[in-house]
């Protein structure tokens, strides 16, 4: 009877129905802003081809194996990111981190897409209202003409736009400015996106994933066809592609190949251990997990000839070199787009399409970490984490080797237990001391944030990381017995 009893009481957390749900959530996970608006620059910047190299052996001796580590730990155990360390009670705190981890990056993530839903909406309109400089909030600074050979005292119409209508940024951080009312109404519209994509549980977001995860694969396959067959693209792709391996002997370009995996992929972090436990368990996540791997790796590389193909356009049209022009990150999504879109024929239109798939690729991302309110972590708090998981799991990695043959009928390949003992662990650790090492200053253009800034930046990157020694030293004293024990 009271057996009987603890059964009832034990939540039914529900499993993906459809045979793609799993598959389909994962890519819409891994699959997120950093497949289209960092890889493409990374790539550009770091030798071309030549970066492919680097880029191509983290994804085998770190990639993968962590990749299908975390979704069969999360298939065995059927319980998330934070209830899985009841197998290692000491590391309890790896999970905690994660927590905090999700908690900011939900944060940074829903504010992109309130950017990206405050483009779209501005783009229903005939013209799109950066196009010209004839605005309340232009200056006398301000040109639309991107063929002017000497720009140096004016500023385009692209970036008072992002500067002085969305943000109204202020003078520094000691500003605070007023409240974006309009930023406010599509910051709420993105929660509650969310929400309703994952309010009926896991089955409902089993169904939402086959729009989400394949609407952005959709408008890349259009922009690309568009791409190519504007004038410079041919350059643009060239650039992006030659190879130049002298940039190899570069340790930042190692660094840079190593990060984009673990961002591209959110390992280490809990969310795709949560994923993976939502599985029946004889599901085959071996199979799963490689094929993920590479859709993930194809999409970025298939990004890059969409971006390079616009900024080889844009090079066409401004006269200026492929490399002032490439860019990353918002940069690239809120200012080198919309400044191309308004050369082509019907502006709005291509402005909708590229909007609407970045909110989609940032909507995905963002509705699969709230799953178990364990996210993905930023690139330094991400790499210990992972090496800490991966150390705990060395301990008993023969053992799991033997559960995941029992879930899927067949031992996988030898080589994801070598990672896992030697090659892995040395890339995490490798990665996080050489991310703080190399620490620079943060800066948004000419402006450096003050050191009360900075300091605010490490609290919060700090808020995280001290979880997992602390909760070591918590355990360590109230736990009974001797130390051997």
Same mark, same amino acid.
């Given at each position: 009877?009271?057996?009987?009893?603890?059964?009832?009481?034990?939540?039914?957390?529900?499993?993906?129905?459809?045979?793609?749900?799993?598959?389909?959530?994962?890519?819409?996970?891994?699959?997120?802003?950093?497949?289209?608006?960092?890889?493409?620059?990374?790539?550009?910047?770091?030798?071309?081809?030549?970066?492919?190299?680097?880029?191509?052996?983290?994804?085998?001796?770190?990639?993968?194996?962590?990749?299908?580590?975390?979704?069969?730990?999360?298939?065995?155990?059927?319980?998330?990111?934070?209830?899985?360390?009841?197998?290692?009670?000491?590391?309890?705190?790896?999970?905690?981190?994660?927590?905090?981890?999700?908690?900011?990056?939900?944060?940074?993530?829903?504010?992109?897409?309130?950017?990206?839903?405050?483009?779209?909406? %501005?783009?229903?309109?005939?013209?799109?209202?950066?196009?010209?400089?004839?605005?309340?909030?232009?200056?006398?600074?301000?040109?639309?003409?991107?063929?002017?050979?000497?720009?140096?005292?004016?500023?385009?119409?692209?970036?008072?736009?992002?500067?002085? %209508?969305?943000?109204?940024?202020?003078?520094?951080?000691?500003?605070?400015?007023t409240v974006r009312w309009p930023l406010a109404g599509t910051l709420a519209l993105a929660w509650l996106l969310v929400y309703f994509s994952i309010w009926k549980g896991v089955e409902w977001t089993?169904?939402?994933?086959?729009?989400?995860?394949?609407?952005?694969?959709?408008?890349?396959?259009?922009?690309?066809?568009?791409?190519?067959?504007?004038?410079?693209?041919?350059?643009? *792709?060239?650039?992006?592609?030659?190879?130049?391996?002298?940039?190899?002997?570069?340790?930042?370009?190692?660094?840079?190949?190593?990060?984009?995996?673990?961002?591209?992929?959110?390992?280490?972090?809990?969310?795709?251990?949560?994923?993976?436990?939502?599985?029946?368990?004889? %599901?085959?996540?071996?199979?799963?997990?490689?094929?993920?791997?590479?859709?993930?790796?194809?999409?970025?590389?298939?990004?890059?000839?969409?971006?390079?193909? *616009?900024?080889?356009?844009?090079?066409?049209?401004?006269?200026?070199?492929?490399?002032?022009?490439?860019?990353?990150?918002?940069?690239?999504?809120?200012?080198?787009?919309?400044?191309?879109?308004?050369?082509?024929?019907?502006?709005?239109?291509?402005?909708?399409?590229?909007?609407?798939?970045?909110?989609?690729?940032?909507?995905?991302?963002?509705?699969?970490?709230?799953?178990?309110?364990?996210?993905?972590?930023?690139?330094?708090?991400?790499?210990?984490?992972?090496?800490?998981?991966?150390?705990?799991?060395?301990?008993?990695?023969?053992?799991?080797?033997? %559960?995941?043959?029992?879930?899927?009928?067949?031992?996988?390949?030898?080589?994801?237990?070598?990672?896992?003992?030697?090659?892995?662990?040395?890339?995490?650790?490798?990665?996080?001391?050489?991310?703080?090492?190399?620490?620079t200053p943060l800066t948004l253009g000419k402006y450096v944030y003050p050191a009360w800034g900075q300091g605010i930046g490490w609290l919060m990157a700090l808020s995280s990381m001290v979880l997992?020694?602390?909760?070591?030293?918590?355990?360590?004293?109230?736990?009974?017995?001797?130390?051997?024990?």
């Open positions: 009877a009271v057996s009987a009893k603890k059964k009832k009481e034990i939540p039914d957390r529900g499993s993906w129905k459809g045979r793609f749900d799993f598959l389909l959530s994962c890519v819409g996970y891994a699959i997120g802003l950093g497949n289209v608006w960092r890889f493409p620059y990374l790539c550009g910047k770091n030798g071309g081809g030549a970066f492919l190299i680097p880029y191509f052996l983290t994804l085998v001796f770190a990639g993968i194996p962590l990749f299908l580590l975390e979704t069969a730990l999360g298939q065995y155990t059927s319980v998330g990111g934070l209830g899985v360390w009841k197998l290692a009670p000491m590391f309890k705190g790896v999970g905690l981190a994660a927590v905090v981890l999700s908690f900011w990056l939900n944060i940074y993530y829903i504010v992109i897409i309130a950017w990206a839903l405050y483009y779209l909406f %501005n783009s229903l309109t005939a013209d799109l209202p950066w196009q010209s400089c004839g605005n309340a909030w232009n200056t006398d600074h301000c040109f639309s003409n991107y063929s002017l050979g000497d720009t140096t005292n004016l500023t385009s119409a692209v970036t008072e736009f992002w500067e002085r %209508n969305m943000h109204q940024m202020s003078g520094g951080l000691g500003e605070a400015g089993g169904k939402v994933v086959y729009f989400s995860a394949t609407y952005p694969y959709f408008m890349l396959f259009i922009l690309f066809f568009r791409g190519i067959t504007l004038p410079g693209a041919k350059e643009g *792709i060239l650039f992006y592609l030659t190879p130049d391996f002298r940039k190899l002997s570069d340790s930042e370009v190692w660094m840079d190949a190593a990060t984009q995996i673990f961002f591209s992929y959110g390992l280490g972090l809990g969310s795709l251990i949560a994923l993976g436990s939502y599985n029946t368990f004889h %599901n085959n996540v071996y199979r799963d997990s490689i094929i993920v791997c590479c859709i993930n790796s194809t999409t970025s590389i298939f990004a890059g000839f969409v971006i390079f193909s *616009i900024v080889g356009f844009m090079s066409h049209i401004t006269k200026k070199s492929i490399s002032e022009l490439a860019s990353s990150g918002p940069g690239l999504a809120f200012l080198a787009y919309p400044q191309v879109v308004t050369q082509l024929p019907l502006s709005p239109l291509w402005s909708i399409l590229f909007f609407s798939m970045l909110m989609m690729l940032g909507l995905d991302s963002q509705v699969r970490r709230p799953r178990d309110k364990v996210g993905k972590a930023d690139d330094h708090g991400a790499e210990m984490g992972c090496f800490l998981q991966r150390s705990f799991l060395l301990v008993g990695v023969n053992r799991f080797y033997r %559960n995941i043959e029992e879930m899927i009928g067949y031992k996988p390949c030898i080589w994801w237990k070598i990672c896992w003992v030697f090659f892995t662990p040395l890339v995490c650790l490798g990665v996080f001391f050489f991310s703080v090492v190399e620490m997992i020694p602390g909760y070591m030293l918590y355990s360590f004293f109230t736990s009974t017995g001797t130390l051997r024990q």
